[in-house]
């Protein structure tokens, strides 16, 4: 069974600063890892996803996240927030033995003018 | 839009009642995956299908049940409602097992 832990509850950032969201998961076979967002009464989003190859994933709007094996982390990173990034960003992993996600408890991102 | 399609959007009952919750995939997805998000546990894994047989079970309770279709839409059927059933339950689809999956909008079930 895989786990996963988002290390930041909250993340206040200012615009144009950057941000890092944290991500560390537990799995004892190959994983997929995914990063989704939901903004306030809405769906999830997919941002990006690793299946396989090149440890860094480009995302939609901006984002980019690397995997690393030896840490077991699927950090979230945007050089340069937008207000309209105020959302909340979920951490999931699934592996090939058994495909549902296995969510992370969230981290609240809020960009301040 | 993701594509998935989900109603109702809102659903307003009492406790002790039964609800259907539907939900449409993107259009060639053969999975379909059923989530519960509350405010204490997060997003939970409740079940899968994959063209229309069950792949996968999460903590579902057994008041809880849900089926695919031929034409592969799906529903979820909610019975004996309580007042922690309260939640979101969102929808999601893949073109097949281990793929990014697609998430409908959801339906806030409220139980009073």
């Known amino acids: 069974a895989q786990s996963v832990t988002q290390l930041d509850s909250q993340v206040p950032v200012f615009e144009e600063a950057p941000v890092e969201l944290r991500c560390n998961y537990s799995?004892?076979?190959?994983?997929?890892l995914f990063w989704y967002v939901q903004y306030p009464n809405q769906g999830l989003q997919l941002l990006l996803k690793y299946l396989s190859g090149s440890t860094l994933v480009k995302g939609i709007n901006g984002f980019e996240a690397e995997f690393n094996k030896s840490q077991t982390s699927f950090h979230l990173r945007k050089p340069s927030v937008h207000i309209s990034d105020t959302a909340e960003y979920f951490c999931a992993v699934s592996d090939n033995n058994d495909y549902k996600l296995s969510f992370g408890a969230g981290t609240t991102v809020t960009v301040r003018a | 839009d993701s594509g998935v399609t989900q109603t109702p959007k809102h659903l307003i009952t009492a406790t002790g009642q039964r609800v259907t919750l539907r939900c449409s995939p993107r259009?060639?997805?053969?999975?379909v995956y059923w989530y519960q998000q509350s405010l204490d546990q997060g997003l939970q894994f409740l079940i899968q299908?994959?063209?229309?047989?069950?792949?996968a079970k999460g903590n579902i309770l057994e008041r809880f049940s849900a089926q695919q279709f031929p034409d592969l839409h799906s529903e979820l059927n909610l019975s004996s409602l309580e007042l922690g059933d309260s939640a979101l339950y969102f929808c999601?689809?893949?073109?097949?097992?281990?793929?990014?999956?697609?998430f409908g909008p959801g339906t806030r079930l409220t139980v009073l």
């Open positions: 799995s004892s076979v190959s994983v997929y």
């Open positions: 299908y994959y063209n229309g047989e069950e792949r």
């Open positions: 999601a689809s893949s073109s097949g097992t281990g793929l990014a999956q697609f």
């Open positions: 259009s060639g997805d053969l999975s």
